[in-house]
Every structure is written in structure tokens, then in C-alpha cells.
């Protein structure tokens, strides 16, 4: 009876060792995976065996049960986070755990820029394959509906920002984000502007932002062009901005404005209809957003390009018509 117990110890310490062998061997050898780099995504909410299934579906042979149990034996079977990842070069089962449990994953970016317009943006969107293009079919105020936005027109709501993003993600998960951060921007300076700014909402300054940002040539000169546009907008004078003519124009436009253009009546037309356009032009940057809620104080009415970027500012016609004739005309 002691030799056959004795046996038996000895086959389970036997079987124990193989197991053991086998856990270190399993751990410590690296996937068979077949090219490189290889990449997958954990959706969000997902367990460690769903997990697992997903890396399987996208070409990682883990090993659903043996993985588990390596999850298991470490004490991390919650700790798997969402996202992508990428495998670059030969990774072992104890590796990619720690990758998981990390949540050492891919990001892809989109940079929106200052002045852009929305269908600059779209574009941008639909060129980065990072993104899932799920906006791709749909109209402007579908995919304002689908980001909750309570606006009707599309531009000028989203802030210009470098978005990280995992990748796969939705182009509606930074379209939000984007509209989110301008929303904050917009309140934080709409609360802390300068009292005699003559806005009567929010979105009226962010129109005014949206022209501040294609008036302007020099950076430094950006709150004398809002000082100029809020005077005009005072005193009932018209805009008189070529940014926005050129924005109603839309696909037409070749890159030449000409007369005619300016003598065609419509809604962005500043040269025929007093005040402001009736939607944002593009989208601002925060320093237009600070430009256009707090102006330099000036009585400046006039602009004209020197030919180097920025501008001489005049506060009488006859003032504008000789910086007219001394910097665009050379007499």
C-alpha cells in the first residue's frame, strides 16, 4: 500500500513538473504569428476570453484557453484594457499579457487647422486610415445630429486640435470631441469677454472669429483686424471682408476674386448686406476666439496689405486712400 502511494506521489509530482514545464514553455515562447506588424483591437467591455476570440479573429493564435489561464495564474484576468495594438516584432503570451494589462496601444492622429474650412475637415477624415469612415455617406446636419450638436450648419464648430485617437476608432468619436472642445472654448471666453464686445450671442462672436482668422496675415496684428471689423460692425458700416464672399462662392471659386463677385448679391456677400454673415467661415483658432471677444481698442475702420504680410490700419478714408495708392497702387 506505501509503494502504490508512493507511485502515485511520484506521477503526480511527474504530471506537476510537466505542467509546469508546459505553463513556462507556453509563457515564454513566442506566437506563431505570420507576418509582421501585426495588428488587432479590444473592444471596450470586453472580458479576457472575448478578448482573446478577438485577437484570434485578427490573426494572433494566443490560445484561448492556455492565455486564460496564464491570466488567471498572474492574478490579471480584469486588467485588459481596450483599444489598438500593434505587434512589431516576435512576442511571447507573457509579453502580449503585459501589453494588454498596460494598455500599450496605437494611436492614430488628425490635425485640424486653423481656418480649415468643414469640407477641408471632411476631407482630411476620409484620407486618414486610421479612422473607420463612418460619416463618409452622410450629409452635414446628419452627422450633426449624430454628435447631439443642437446647431444647424456645420461650420466653425469644431475645435483646430491634434486629436489622438486609438486605431479603428469612429470619425464620429472625434468629430465629438472636436465639437466638445470648441463648445468649452467658446463658453470659457464667451463668460470672460470684454464687456463692450458687441455680440449678442456666443455664436454671433464665433462668426466674427471664423473672419478674424482668414482676415488675418501677421499673428500680431490679429486683434487690430477684429478691431477693425467690431468698429465697422458698430457703426453699421458693412464687413467689407473678401473671406467671406469667397466662402459663399464655395467650389466655384478659382482662386481669383473678381468684380463681378463682389457685385453678386448673397447671404455672405459682406460688400452688399451689412453685419455679420450668418454662419462661421471657418474654423477659428483661440487666438481669433480672444481676438474677436477682446479687441484692441482703436478707432481704426480701414486695412490695407503692405504687400509683406501685415497691414496699415487707417482710421478715415482718406487716410485708407493714400495707404491705397502708397502700398497697393506704388505711387
Not at 5 to 27: D, E, M, N, P, S
Not at 145 to 173: C, M, V, W
Request: charged share 25%.
Amino acid at each position: 500500500m506505501l509503494s502504490f502511494i508512493r507511485k502515485l506521489f511520484a506521477l503526480f509530482f511527474v504530471a506537476l513538473l510537466a505542467l509546469v514545464g508546459y505553463a513556462a514553455w507556453y509563457a515564454l515562447e513566442p506566437i506563431a504569428i505570420g507576418t509582421y506588424p501585426a495588428e488587432f483591437r479590444i473592444l471596450p467591455g470586453s472580458a479576457l476570453r472575448s478578448a482573446a476570440r478577438q485577437m484570434e479573429g485578427n490573426g494572433i493564435p494566443v490560445g484561448r484557453f492556455q492565455f486564460e489561464a496564464l491570466a488567471r495564474a498572474l492574478g490579471k484576468t480584469r486588467d485588459i484594457k481596450a483599444g489598438s495594438y500593434q505587434l512589431s516584432e516576435a512576442t511571447t503570451p507573457l509579453q502580449l499579457l503585459d501589453k494588454l494589462t498596460r494598455g500599450d496601444v496605437t494611436q492614430g492622429e488628425l490635425t485640424l487647422i486653423e481656418g480649415w474650412t468643414f469640407r477641408q475637415l471632411r476631407a482630411a477624415m476620409a484620407s486618414n486610415a486610421d479612422l473607420k469612415r463612418d460619416s463618409r455617406e452622410l450629409s452635414d446636419a446628419e452627422i450633426l445630429k449624430r454628435i447631439n450638436a443642437s446647431e444647424e450648419h456645420p461650420e466653425g464648430l469644431f475645435f483646430p486640435d491634434t486629436y489622438l485617437f486609438d486605431k479603428g476608432s469612429s470619425d464620429f468619436e472625434v468629430l465629438a470631441r472636436a465639437y466638445r472642445s470648441m463648445q468649452r472654448q467658446l463658453a470659457a471666453e464667451w463668460a470672460a469677454r470684454d464687456p463692450k464686445a458687441p455680440y449678442r450671442s456666443s455664436y454671433e462672436a464665433l462668426v466674427m472669429a471664423s473672419v478674424v482668422e482668414k482676415e488675418t496675415g501677421s499673428a500680431s496684428e490679429r486683434t487690430m483686424i477684429a478691431s477693425v471689423l467690431v468698429n465697422r460692425l458698430r457703426i453699421g458700416m458693412r464687413l467689407q471682408a473678401d473671406p467671406t464672399v469667397i466662402y459663399g462662392l464655395g467650389t466655384s471659386f478659382d482662386g481669383n476674386l473678381r468684380k463681378r463677385d463682389l457685385q453678386a448679391d448673397g447671404p455672405y456677400n459682406t460688400y452688399l448686406r451689412a453685419g455679420l454673415p450668418p454662419t462661421p467661415i471657418s474654423m477659428p483658432g483661440l487666438a481669433s476666439l480672444k481676438a474677436a471677444l477682446h479687441p484692441a481698442e482703436s478707432q481704426a475702420v480701414y486695412y490695407v496689405s503692405r504687400g509683406d504680410g501685415t497691414s496699415q490700419f487707417s482710421r478715415t478714408l482718406d487716410e485708407h486712400n493714400r495707404a491705397v495708392s502708397k502700398y497697393q497702387l506704388k505711387r
